[in-house]
């Protein structure tokens, strides 16, 4: 496996050159797993994703605000420049029209999106994790679950990640039940926000490594 990155060190790495869609600033790398492959956020990805987006149920589910097609481009394009945040498409290897081919966005398989956000300032090894599954046909697979551990499997091996945190609204059973699966427990409950708090250490996670990255 390879060695952590050091935090600064990735950021400064990310902060470099490249160009803004995707394709070259932080790094981009594709991960392929059993069921799914986690592919960088594309311009390509764009529209369906707002699409998606549109929907009520996952708009509360992943508390976000409805945004016009121009707003989602420019939101792609910041998490693309944010040297903090690192998002995949997740690609359902069964809806992938003949070969998985590196630098083809795969738009017709593409079912959600997992990433993680280094957002505390005090500890820049600590990372926010969301996952979404948004087409239906998709879920209930196991994809859910096997994406978010490539993910964390992803944070651990390129940014150091030691642990992780996930917000989950109290009537999210799903959500709920599959970070609780996988091993994170209640830190704290937001009565406001209506919201759970789960962590779990990165060392006490069933990840899978070596994971299979390769360079986008
Ligand atoms: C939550 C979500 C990611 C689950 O994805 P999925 O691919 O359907 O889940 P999986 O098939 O991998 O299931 C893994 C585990 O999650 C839990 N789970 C998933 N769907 C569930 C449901 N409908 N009811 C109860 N538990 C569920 C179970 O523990 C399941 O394990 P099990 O099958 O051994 O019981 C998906 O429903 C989703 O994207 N929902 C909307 C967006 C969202 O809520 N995101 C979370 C914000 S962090």
């Given at each position: 496996m390879e060695a952590p990155a050091e935090p600064a060190v990735a950021a400064a790495a990310a902060a470099e050159?490249?160009?803004?869609?995707?394709?070259?600033r932080k790094g981009s790398w594709y991960a392929v797993g059993e069921r799914a492959v986690l592919v960088p956020y594309l311009r390509e990805h764009v529209p369906r994703y707002h699409e998606w987006m549109q929907d009520p149920a996952l708009l509360e589910a992943t508390a976000s605000e409805p945004l016009s097609l121009a707003q989602e481009f420019e939101v792609h394009r910041s998490w693309t420049l944010d040297p903090l945040k690192h998002t995949f498409i997740v690609l359902d290897k069964e809806l992938i029209e003949g070969d998985f081919v590196v630098?083809?966005?795969h738009t017709e398989a593409m079912i959600g999106d997992v990433n993680i956000y280094m957002n505390d300032p005090d500890d820049l090894e600590l990372a926010e994790i969301e996952i979404m599954i948004a087409e239906q046909k998709s879920r209930g697979k196991g994809l859910g679950q096997e994406v978010t551990l490539m993910m964390m499997s992803f944070a651990v091996e390129k940014?150091?990640?030691?642990t992780f945190r996930a917000k989950i609204s109290d009537s999210n059973t799903a959500s709920l039940k599959l970070f609780r699966k996988l091993g994170f427990k209640d830190a704290s409950h937001s009565a406001v926000f209506k919201e759970v708090t789960l962590e779990a250490p990165a060392a006490e996670l069933p990840l899978s490594s070596p994971l299979t990255i390769g360079s986008w």
């Open positions: 050159g490249g160009d803004d869609d995707g394709r070259g630098g083809n966005p940014y150091g990640i030691h």
